[in-house]
């Protein structure tokens, strides 16, 4: 029997939920999450590899064009540069908390602005695999929790990806709803997601004219 796809508002509710927690967890927890995640994803080589391969062999009977193709293939070093990229991002400064500005109103009220999480990101994107470890570190760090939706073409790729990351991530103390990859394919699921008004803080396309066409229209 199929497994039915899990309902976007569920998971936009699941992502909601775990973003009041990353937005106050220290930036130690969250680093170790990203290190955490970049040592399991290499550990996971083969099990991410042999998803990619599904995914890779349908678009590849599907006639897909030869470039569109190797941007959704990965292998060992792609792999590596993954892991390495959510290294990086331990590294960078914690924006959480930095005071951008401040002064002092005449009655001596002092006012400062300061960067908070915005909540929960949602993240729609093309075929790239590696986009579901970078949108993830990336959000992460800042306090926000990750809500994906990547092409049908590379399902099996960042379910692989996303899973590693989920068990990561809650293996270093945070929920593991911190990422959620939607898991629905359908147009009609990316229209959806686009829409869980409420639940999402923001809503970024990484991809062509085409996604951000449905973008403005959705």
């Given at each position: 029997m199929t497994q039915q796809p899990t309902p976007i508002p569920e998971l936009a509710r699941r992502a909601k939920s775990?973003?009041?927690v990353l937005?106050?967890?220290s930036t130690t927890l969250k680093d170790?999450?990203?290190l955490a995640a970049a040592e399991l994803l290499e550990a996971r080589t083969a099990d991410v590899l042999a998803a990619n391969a599904l995914d890779v062999a349908a678009a590849q009977a599907a006639g897909t064009a030869a470039?569109?193709?190797d941007r959704?293939?990965?292998d060992e070093s792609r792999i590596a540069g993954m892991?390495?990229?959510l290294r990086q991002v331990a590294t960078l400064p914690d924006p959480v908390g930095e005071v951008?500005?401040?002064w002092v109103r005449p009655n001596g009220l002092r006012i400062s602005r300061v960067r908070v999480p915005l909540g929960v990101v949602a993240i729609i994107y093309e075929s790239r695999p590696n986009v579901t470890s970078d949108a993830a570190a990336l959000c992460l760090k800042s306090g926000n929790a990750a809500f994906l939706r990547g092409s049908s073409t590379a399902i099996h790729s960042n379910t692989a990806i996303a899973t590693v990351l989920r068990e990561a991530v809650a293996k270093a103390g945070l929920p593991q709803d911190s990422i959620v990859l939607v898991d629905d394919t359908s147009r009609a699921a990316a229209t959806e997601f686009m829409q869980q008004r409420g639940?999402?803080?923001c809503l970024i396309p990484r991809g062509g004219a085409s996604l951000i066409a449905s973008i403005l229209e959705h």
């Open positions: 775990a973003s009041r937005a106050t967890a170790d999450a990203l470039g569109l193709v959704l293939r990965l892991a390495g990229g951008l500005d401040g639940l999402v803080d």
